[in-house]
Nanobody
Framework: QVQLVESGGGRVQPGGSLQLSCVAS????????MGWYRRAPGNQRELVAI???????QYADSVKGRFTISRDNAKIAVYLQMNRLKPEDTAVYYC?????????????????????WGQGTQVTVFS
């Protein structure tokens, strides 16, 4: 069981900045993949940014150059620095954690690989 606690959402004017934070607790591992997704009204949930344990990142084209994802492997936390925000960035942002799978030799089976989601934090970009 993993719990994800998000913070940092709010309302800002276009061109402003926000930083989202997500701290994982429970049965967590530092080699997990973590990231942020968002769902705007009337849209499907979409990837914003992800970061692997080795620091490899992936961003949606719409946020490249404006958003930066980072992580703290000791704390098992992920952050999203959002700069030059636009009205189209308005959405509920969800923290995501994907447990790494592994082969358990004694049990002769693959374990782990579960995914967890935060409750979401609202980001509103409006004058």
């Amino acid at each position: 069981q993993v719990q994800l606690v998000e913070s940092g959402g709010g309302r800002v004017q276009p061109g402003g900045s926000l930083q989202l934070s997500c701290v994982a607790s429970g049965r967590v591992f530092s080699d997990s993949d973590m990231g942020w997704y968002r769902r705007a009204p009337g849209n499907q949930r979409e990837l914003v940014a992800i970061i692997s344990a080795d620091g490899t990142t992936q961003y949606a084209d719409s946020v490249k150059g404006r958003f930066t994802i980072s992580r703290d492997n000791a704390k098992i936390a992920v952050y999203l620095q959002m700069n030059r925000l636009k009205p189209e960035d308005t959405a509920v942002y969800y923290c995501h954690y994907k447990e790494s799978s592994f082969y358990h030799e004694a049990l002769e089976t693959t374990l782990g690989g579960d995914e967890y989601w935060g409750q979401g934090t609202q980001v509103t970009v409006f004058s």
